[in-house]
């Protein structure tokens, strides 16, 4: 297949795989190895940075490029932390023992059979999210046609999984006010029935509800459930007007 054909095919695959509820693993798997097809590279891998700012590996191509990922972060260490913590594109970097630069990764990555390695960063407007990493078995350099499919199919991930995290900020921000609002029925609807038992004023009942929660250090909506169901009598709720003056 043409180089066209394989970055056709490796774009389709990838908006294919851009469903519902993916796996961003499996979509990382795939941009990984179709990197490998369509570039000249013999391995690639990814990492992508946690929320608390720290690399951490997701998928490669094969179990070499397993192996020098992790080392990478166990070691702080390698093409893909320089270039995930500067912003800035790794190309054409030889491999050499001893590597003032990598003085541990570099003989390790000898070690597997690879002898150059270039990675870009995975970034959008000013944001970096993580970096994707290619091996080369002989120190030949990378063409910039294979550096521009690289950065378009990293660019094509970042956008993917950007946009994955934004809808699950939004999910769980729905799923927040969602829990929010049915907490404060069930609040309500206490409120009404400790105000309608005990002949107080709505605040009271409130007042009540809330004293009795943290009295026993237990939710308010927790009370407040218990009261709709009928679990605790409102006769035996705390009464903070009976307390100020006994």
Same mark, same amino acid.
């Given at each position: 297949?043409?180089?066209?054909?394989?970055?056709?095919?490796?774009?389709?695959?990838?908006?294919?795989?851009?469903?519902?509820?993916?796996?961003?693993?499996?979509?990382?798997?795939?941009?990984?190895?179709?990197?490998?097809?369509?570039?000249?590279?013999?391995?690639?891998?990814?990492?992508?940075?946690?929320?608390?700012?720290?690399?951490?590996?997701?998928?490669?191509?094969?179990?070499?490029?397993?192996?020098?990922?992790?080392?990478?972060?166990?070691?702080?260490?390698?093409?893909?932390?320089?270039?995930?913590?500067?912003?800035?594109?790794?190309?054409?970097?030889?491999?050499?023992?001893?590597?003032?630069?990598?003085?541990?990764?570099?003989?390790?990555?000898?070690?597997?059979?690879?002898?150059?390695?270039?990675?870009?960063?995975?970034?959008?407007?000013?944001?970096?999210?993580?970096?994707?990493?290619?091996? !080369? +078995?002989?120190?030949?350099? %990378?063409?910039?046609?294979?550096?521009? $499919?690289?950065? *378009?199919?990293? /660019?094509?991930?970042?956008?993917?999984?950007?946009?994955?995290?934004?809808?699950?900020?939004?999910?769980?921000?729905?799923?927040?006010?969602?829990?929010?609002?049915?907490?404060?029925?069930?609040?309500?609807?206490?409120?009404?029935?400790?105000?309608?038992?005990?002949?107080?004023?709505?605040?009271?009942?409130?007042?009540?509800?809330?004293?009795?929660? !943290? +009295?026993?250090?237990?939710? %308010?909506?927790?009370?407040?459930?218990? $009261?709709?169901? *009928?679990?605790? /009598?409102?006769?035996?709720?705390?009464?903070?007007?009976?307390?100020?003056?006994?």
């Amino acid at each position: 297949m043409t180089r066209e054909s394989l970055v056709v095919e490796a774009l389709v695959e990838l908006a294919d795989n851009l469903v519902d509820e993916y796996d961003v693993i499996d979509v990382l798997t795939v941009l990984s190895r179709r990197c490998v097809e369509a570039i000249d590279v013999d391995a690639a891998g990814v990492m992508l940075a946690i929320p608390g700012g720290e690399l951490q590996f997701i998928a490669s191509s094969s179990d070499s490029m397993t192996v020098l990922e992790l080392f990478q972060i166990q070691a702080k260490e390698g093409p893909c932390v320089d270039s995930f913590n500067s912003g800035m594109a790794i190309i054409n970097h030889r491999l050499i023992d001893p590597d003032q630069r990598w003085p541990r990764f570099s003989p390790l990555a000898i070690s597997k059979g690879f002898h150059s390695v270039h990675c870009l960063p995975m970034r959008l407007r000013g944001r970096t999210i993580g970096a994707l990493n290619f091996f !080369r +078995n002989s120190p030949g350099l %990378l063409g910039d046609d294979d550096v521009v $499919v690289a950065q *378009g199919l990293a /660019d094509i991930a970042t956008i993917a999984i950007l946009q994955h995290r934004t809808t699950l900020n939004a999910q769980l921000l729905n799923e927040q006010l969602s829990s929010a609002l049915n907490s404060r029925i069930v609040i309500e609807q206490a409120k009404g029935m400790i105000s309608q038992a005990t002949h107080c004023e709505m605040d009271v009942a409130f007042a009540r509800l809330r004293d009795h929660a !943290r +009295n026993r250090n237990l939710r %308010l909506t927790e009370v407040a459930a218990k $009261v709709v169901a *009928g679990e605790v /009598d409102c006769e035996d709720l705390d009464d903070p007007t009976r307390q100020a003056n006994p």
